[in-house]
C-alpha cells in the first residue's frame, strides 16, 4: 500500500487509467472481431480512438485500416491494376 500523499493520488490515477485504457482495448478488439464490410466505418472509429489514447502505435492502426480496406474491397489490392475510365483525356494544344 501507497503511503506518501503522492503515492496514494497515483494510485488512483493509475486505476483510473487503467479502467479507461481496458474499455477502449475491449472495444478494439470487439470492433476487430465483427468486421464487415457495413461496420467498416465503426471499426476505424475504435482503431482511431486506441490510438489517440495511446493503446496502439499509430503505424499499426494505420496497418490495420489498410487490411481491412483492402480485404472488403473499399481499396484495390497492390499490383492489380484499377480499372480505366472510358473516357479519353484531353490534350491541349
Known amino acids: 500500500m501507497p ?4 503515492a496514494k493520488k497515483s494510485l488512483r490515477v493509475s486505476l483510473r487509467q487503467q479502467k479507461e ?6 472495444l478494439l478488439k470487439e470492433a476487430i ?4 464490410k457495413e461496420r467498416l466505418p465503426e471499426v476505424f472509429s475504435a482503431i482511431d480512438k486506441a490510438v489517440k489514447f495511446g493503446i496502439i502505435h499509430r503505424n499499426k492502426a494505420a ?10 474491397g473499399v481499396i484495390s489490392k497492390p499490383g492489380v491494376p484499377k480499372k480505366q ?3 479519353k483525356k ?3 494544344k
Open 3 to 6: 503511503i506518501t500523499k503522492s
Open 21 to 26: 485504457n481496458s474499455r477502449v482495448r475491449k
Open 85 to 87: 475510365s472510358r473516357t
Open 63 to 72: 496497418r490495420l485500416k489498410g487490411r481491412f480496406a483492402t480485404k472488403f
Open 90 to 92: 484531353r490534350t491541349k
Open 33 to 36: 472481431r465483427k468486421s464487415s
